[in-house]
């Protein structure tokens, strides 16, 4: 509270001391009517309007940090409360029949009131886009960062299925083939249980560089899940990408890997599997593909 006072204290004090002097004005030219002769529906309708329309101000002050879209609205509002309001006086104070002025106090804030009101909703319509756009944008941004791998500069699973469904309706529009490359790592567990899981996210990201520096410009390498990478080789057929996949897995095996606080030699290797698309989806192309890569590490003899 003191702060939306301390924030908005003049726009208030200027509301107060002009309809303190609307009122003096009346007071000091009129005289107060009866009873009888007060308009109980025109001081309901005409003071309530006012009424509202302060709720609505002190809302607005209250609700906005300052700036021009909120001076506009706050000064609209402030006019058209003060019409009401001059309105209401009108209802309780009888001028004279010469004072002319009255009539200007009561009906002139008004348009201007609304004018600024517009104005205000036009530059608040303004200013609500652009905070959508920019909210548009982070909320882009965080959706993108989350189809990426935490541990590796890699796409994650949600994002290779939907680079193979972009690749699979390229390759069907230029009729060239398509076809990917799995990478497993062997006995990655054992690396974690021995040397802790920064370790081995060290040797993931090992990994992860030494497979992007040995596939071409055109392939896209994601990491699929834990020790497990896929590449999308487009326009490729099975034969190269069989190629490549022997390129990949001796690449692995000669990798010089040495542990972080020991400085002791790795030797990984791993278990590759290669599929080239036919009619299938993304799915059913990865069921394949892990298919083949179960088949190919149970022929893989396992280190004692």
Known sequence: MKSFLRLHTWP????????????????????????????????????????LALVWLIML??????????????????????????????????????????????????????????????HLNQEQRAISQQMSKRERLFREHRLFDKVTPLGAAEYLRQQIQ????????????????????????????????????????????????????????CRLAGDRFVAVLPNTGEAQARMIAEELQQAVASLAHRTGRHGERLFLRASTATVMALEDDPEQLLRRLNLGLAQAKQRLPRCA
């Open 12 to 51: 208030l004090v200027g509301l107060a001391i002009a309809a303190n002097l609307g009122l003096q004005l009346y007071l000091a030219t009129g005289e107060l009517k009866s009873w009888a002769q007060i308009d109980w529906m025109d001081v309901a309708g005409e003071g309530g309007s006012a009424v």
């Open 61 to 122: 002050l209250r609700s906005r940090p300052a700036g021009r879209v909120t001076r506009l609205l706050a000064l609209g509002l402030a006019c058209i409360f003060f019409s009401w309001w001059m309105d209401t006086l009108d209802e309780f104070v009888q001028l004279p029949q010469t004072v002319a002025w009255d009539n200007w106090l009561e009906t002139a804030p008004m348009p201007i009131g609304l004018l600024l009101l517009t104005l205000g909703i036009y």
């Open 166 to 221: 972009r690749a699979l309706a390229e390759a069907c529009e230029m009729e060239q083939p398509l076809s990917l490359v799995a990478v497993d790592l062997d006995d990655f567990d054992a690396i974690n249980r021995r040397y802790g899981q920064d370790e081995g996210d060290a040797v993931l990201q090992a990994i992860a560089q030494l497979l992007m520096l040995n596939l071409r410009r055109q392939d896209l390498l």
